[in-house]
């Protein structure tokens, strides 16, 4: 397949982006309580208690302020499972691109 071939119109990001058809949504994380617990504010307006799964524990070290991707329960609205964290170069892309929630857009 020669350069020619491709299809110019589908978009080409530098970052992951959360999956609106699995439920997932940006957040920034306000608070830590420990234990792997977080309050993240989510790009619907609502704060959640968020969970980091054991999985990622290890590999994702959080912050205040850190922009991340959650999934909420289904079961259980106010919380939700940290799946991701950006740096703050990948954030920085992300609010100059505009692709940020205007409510979550503290990277300008």
């Known amino acids: 397949m020669t350069s020619d071939d491709k ?3 589908e978009e080409i990001s530098r970052v992951i982006l ?6 997932e949504m940006f957040g920034i ?6 234990s792997s617990r977080l309050i993240v504010m989510c ?3 609502k704060t959640r208690t968020g969970r980091i799964p054991g999985k990622i524990r290890k ?3 959080m912050r205040e ?3 991340v991707i959650v999934k909420p329960w289904s079961f259980q609205d106010e919380r939700a499972d940290v799946t991701f964290r950006y740096t703050k ?17 503290v990277f300008k």
């Open 89 to 105: 170069t990948q954030a920085s892309y992300l609010s100059r691109n505009k692709i940020l929630p205007e409510i979550l857009d």
């Open 7 to 9: 299809d110019y119109n």
């Open 65 to 67: 302020g850190d922009l």
């Open 43 to 45: 790009a619907d307006g």
């Open 59 to 61: 590999r994702m070290w």
């Open 29 to 34: 994380v306000e608070k830590l309580l420990g």
């Open 18 to 23: 959360p999956n609106v058809n699995k439920g």
